[in-house]
């Protein structure tokens, strides 16, 4: 064997199941199916960490935000995500957002300079019957593993379906109608906004209800949507002012292009589009919360008639994909291990959690698991006062089996707080007590 640990998927939770074996020694195969022949419905490249919808790693808020939270302890444990995402940083207000190629070509260069680290580009078709492996292949598992997944589990994968947000080419945006700005103007101008008068957002939302949609085949069609990602046409189903108090709030924007004397930084749009940067350049811009399954010719003329885009240039239309996910607090062990084949971890999305920073996040861990396997040394979860932890007992078995579903990191997850702490304090004493639980636990950490 050439290798101590193999790892299969080269998405954002194996490169850093990678790197967190690579830099501590450990000989590492990691197998990428994208450039050996195959792809995904999803994927544009056969890049390393690529990322295939949104290009946010969202809120970097790590005193009052989980999210945030999982950031800072992550770069903690020395991320080789995080890094690659500093390096990569686009404006975007409080949140944290990348260029995405520049993002994974940080990540894949950082990978190739570890001398144990062999990148291979294969199709693993079967779990290994032996060897230590971390199974990082994400929601999009190819129909030969995931089978013998499923053969391995004796249960049929969970399934929902994930909606991609299209992008926009900026010079093509009609910045005499948009104007800069972020909410409440927290981080700067970071976003470009389009507004829109009540006549212009009635008649949009008709738009969408009417717009001719994806058909779904026989098999897909019970299969649910992530509720943290739903298509912009489905949230319009809810009702008439849903999108109003979701994706496209105007809360906290002054249009400047409205300003009088009464109101010199003008007055909030009935509703608003945003756009966020995409690429480090500034010619990309994605549609935020507009992930949807219109047809992509509806996608272009209902998208053109949101004020400031009636010339709009697509570089990606959105589209929809079926993801996959194990049952893992039945499956899976408080290591990450299949029960029933304790060589086998699994990391990132096929776990059931959801989002970039936490699919990295999990990773991460398995990572570390391994490395402590290998070095014959008890492992000691992060504690579940931290966003690692909470995050990893929530998969390991904190949930409810019979209604388990995808998850980002949130507060719930977490064990209360002193309940004398005052409402308003609650998020910082969630962050506070995570540090300092953090810190103990990596004193430890070998």
């Keep these: 064997m050439t290798h101590d640990v193999h790892i299969i998927g080269g998405g954002l939770a194996g490169s850093e199941a990678a790197w967190q074996l690579a830099r501590r020694g450990v000989r590492v195969r990691l197998s990428e199916m994208r450039g050996a022949g195959d792809g995904t419905p999803a994927h544009q490249t056969d890049a390393l960490a690529e990322l295939v919808c949104s290009n946010s790693f969202r809120s970097d808020d790590d005193a009052k935000n989980a999210v945030g939270l999982l950031h800072h302890e992550m770069r903690e444990c020395g991320s080789l995500v995080m890094a690659a995402a500093k390096t990569a940083r686009v404006p975007a207000g409080s949140a944290l957002a990348v260029d995405r190629d ?13 001398p144990t680290l062999e990148v291979v580009r294969e199709r693993i078709d079967a779990l290994p019957d032996s060897g230590l492996t971390i199974v990082a ?126 109101f010199p930084t003008g007055r909030w749009p009935y509703a608003v589009v945003q756009l966020r940067q995409d690429n480090t350049l500034g010619t990309l811009w994605n549609m935020v919360g507009f992930q949807t399954k219109l047809k992509y010719g509806e996608q272009q003329r209902i998208f053109r008639t949101i004020p400031g885009l009636a010339n709009a ?47 990295s996040a999990v990773g991460l861990i398995a990572g570390l698991m391994a ?76």
Excluded at 102 to 114: I, K, P, T
Aim: aromatic share 8%.
């Design 102 to 114: 520049v993002f994974s070509a940080e990540v894949e260069a950082a990978l190739a300079a570890q």
């Design 137 to 262: 292949t994400g929601p999009l598992t190819a129909g030969a593993l995931a089978a013998s997944i499923g053969a391995a589990t004796g249960a049929e994968s969970l399934a929902f379906f994930d909606a991609i947000a299209p992008i926009i080419h900026h010079e093509s945006v009609d910045m005499d109608i948009c104007w800069m700005a972020a909410r409440w103007d927290k981080g700067g101008k970071d976003y470009i906004n389009c507004p829109m008068n009540r006549e212009q957002y009635l008649a949009f939302h008709a738009e969408l209800l009417a717009g001719e949609k994806t058909e779904f085949r026989e098999w897909e069609a019970n299969t649910p949507y992530f509720e943290g990602c739903m298509p912009i046409e489905v949230m319009a189903v809810r009702g008439v002012d849903t999108l109003r108090f979701g994706p496209m709030k105007p809360v906290g924007l002054d249009n400047p292009h409205t300003a009088t004397p009464e």
């Design 313 to 359: 240039e697509f570089a990606r239309l959105g589209g929809l994909h079926r993801n996959t996910f194990l049952n893992s607090p039945t499956l899976l062990d408080r290591q990450l291990r299949l029960k029933n084949a304790p060589h086998i971890r699994f990391a990132g999305q096929i776990t059931g959690c959801e989002g970039y920073v936490e699919s």
């Design 371 to 446: 490395a402590s396997e290998l070095g014959s040394r008890e492992w000691t979860s992060p504690p579940r006062t931290t966003a690692l932890g909470a995050l990893l007992s929530h998969i390991t078995g904190d949930a409810e089996a019979e209604t388990y579903q995808p998850m980002n990191v949130n507060f719930g997850l977490f064990p209360p707080v002193d309940p004398d702490v005052k409402k308003k304090q609650r998020k910082e004493a969630y962050t506070a007590r995570a540090k300092e639980d953090l810190a103990g636990w990596l004193l430890a950490l070998v």
